[in-house]
Nanobody
């Protein structure tokens, strides 16, 4: 089984930065994709960023140029560096590992407010 634990969320002012981390345990393979999703109050969960084998990445249009997903396979960890944060980035952020099914973490709250 796979377990994921996110950390790094918190309260930040608009224009600020945060780095989210997600540590995986269990049957984690560096060749499998990982991603970050988010869900804002009253909205559907949406894909934020995705990283595949070889380091290829995909981003939602709303975060391109501001967020960066990266991965440290030796530590079974995926990161989300978030810069130039906006109030509309406020959401619970979830880490996901993809195998024959998707595994989800518990989420970490990010609040962007002055």
């Amino acid at each position: 089984q796979v377990q994921l634990m996110e950390s790094g969320g918190g309260l930040v002012q608009p224009g600020g930065s945060l780095r989210l981390s997600c540590v995986g345990s269990g049957s984690i393979f560096s060749t499998n994709p990982m991603s970050w999703y988010r869900q804002a109050p009253g909205k559907q969960r949406e894909l934020v960023a995705y990283i595949v084998r070889g380091g290829g990445t995909t981003y939602a249009d709303s975060v391109k140029g501001r967020f960066t997903i990266s991965r440290d396979n030796a530590k079974n960890t995926v990161y989300l560096q978030m810069n130039s944060l906006k109030p509309e980035d406020t959401a619970v952020y979830y880490c996901t590992y993809w195998d024959t099914r998707g595994y989800w973490g518990q989420g970490t709250q990010v609040t962007v407010s002055s």
